[in-house]
């Protein structure tokens, strides 16, 4: 039979001593301690990863977004801009300063008219070899509606235009220099628009002649066809030299983009914007990307000739201004770099930054600005290839 133990009532129950206790607590401290280390940089380590990945997605996207476009600068059709035909079009739509509006209120069809005021080209053409591509040094208040210049500092702005990737073909060969231009269909609705009358700035050219004219879309019994009489601002019924389009040309619309950095009201970052003119009439400021504190810009100015006096299209001077461009038809390449901020403030506590560079340049940050926000550097460099095509 089995025995069962009891402690003897005698034998007193043993416990933690107080030191003993202490000694548990202070080693739980410390690894509590040390766990919260681990944590606290983890997180950190985390954060800075995550504001790190963030500049460069909104960085490639910005990127992406300014490159497409600037791709499509000086597109004249196949004869490319430097042969467009020059004074075609006497009115432009919009021909008066929009609404205000922070940051809001670029002009309509030729903006660089609301500041170059002396030069003819850029008043009469808002598309010629000269003025297709225009950079400031700043975010010019000409380029605004009074009171609407939108918070900006130390940054960049580039206008350019070209004819659109939006393309029709002529589906029918002109019969008589007054006659519109016929095409297969209207697939991007231009018939449809209801501002400036309906009235678009239009590129129609083939391998011979380009034209900028101002054309009505319409449809009637089946066939489209695209109004160009003087009634809608062009200089006569006729294409220059009472040109005939025929079934190898396109149409094209003229637009410009204009890209700047800006703070929006109530942001704690600047971010990149666009306005576009899309032909008929300027659309509302849009918000590329945010988080982009600065856009600095180079130019490649082509300034030599080969023996026979031919520009060599290389990008043998590169101006780091835009006011050191001493020919703006020369300009053959663009080189953007962009200042990225993270979202989060104090995102480097701790990390003593050097100095940071924008295009091999010193940056200095905006007066105001966080300096805890981590920055980075991205750029890249687009050729103008509408600029560069032989010819």
């Given at each position: ?10 034998e007193p129950q043993r416990g933690l001593t107080l030191v003993e206790l202490l000694i548990a607590l ?61 004074g075609s079009v006497t009115t432009y739509y919009p021909s008066s300063v929009l609404s205000s509006g ?290």
């Amino acid at each position: 039979m089995k025995k069962t133990a009891f402690l003897s009532p005698r034998e007193p129950q043993r416990g933690l001593t107080l030191v003993e206790l202490l000694i548990a607590l202070a080693l739980s401290l410390a690894v509590l301690i040390g766990l919260s280390s681990v944590y606290v940089a983890v997180k950190q380590a985390f954060r800075f990863q995550e504001n790190t990945g963030r500049l460069q997605e909104d960085a490639n996207f910005a990127l992406d977004a300014i490159s497409r476009e600037l791709r499509m600068a000086g597109y004249g059709g196949c004869t490319g801009v430097k042969k467009i035909v020059i004074g075609s079009v006497t009115t432009y739509y919009p021909s008066s300063v929009l609404s205000s509006g922070s940051p809001d209120g670029i002009a309509g069809a030729n903006p660089l008219a609301q500041i170059e005021t002396s030069s003819a080209e850029v008043i009469v053409q808002p598309l010629t070899s000269l003025n297709f591509i225009r950079g400031f040094d700043n975010v010019p208040s000409g380029m605004f509606a009074s009171g609407s210049v939108p918070s900006t500092s130390g940054t960049d702005s580039l206008l350019f235009s070209g004819g659109s990737a939006e393309s029709v073909a002529v589906s029918l060969a002109m019969p008589a220099a007054n006659s519109p231009l016929t095409i297969a269909s209207d697939p991007y609705g231009w018939r449809n628009a209801t501002l400036n009358s309906g009235v678009y700035n239009m590129i129609v050219s083939d391998c011979t002649s380009s034209s900028i004219f101002a054309g009505k879309v319409a449809e009637s019994g089946g066939v489209t066809t695209i109004a160009h009489e003087a009634s809608l601002g062009n200089s006569s019924d006729n294409f220059s030299s009472a040109y005939l389009f025929g079934t190898d040309a396109t149409v094209n619309l003229l637009r410009w983009n204009f890209f700047y950095v800006a703070t929006r009201s109530g942001a704690s970052t600047p971010s990149l914007y666009r306005v576009t003119f899309n032909g008929n009439s300027r659309l509302a400021a849009e918000e590329i990307v945010s988080n982009v504190e600065s856009m600095q810009l180079h130019y490649g100015e082509n300034t030599e000739l080969d023996g026979s006096g031919v520009p060599t299209l290389v990008a043998d001077q590169w101006r780091t201004t835009a006011a050191a461009v001493t020919d703006w038809s020369r300009v053959v390449a663009v080189r953007v770099g962009l200042m990225m901020i993270s979202a989060d403030d104090n995102a480097n506590p701790g990390v003593t930054l050097a100095t940071p560079t924008l295009l091999g340049q010193a940056y200095t940050i905006p007066t105001g600005a966080s300096a805890n926000r981590l920055r980075k550097e991205f750029s890249s460099t687009v050729v103008l290839r509408n600029s560069v095509a032989a010819r």
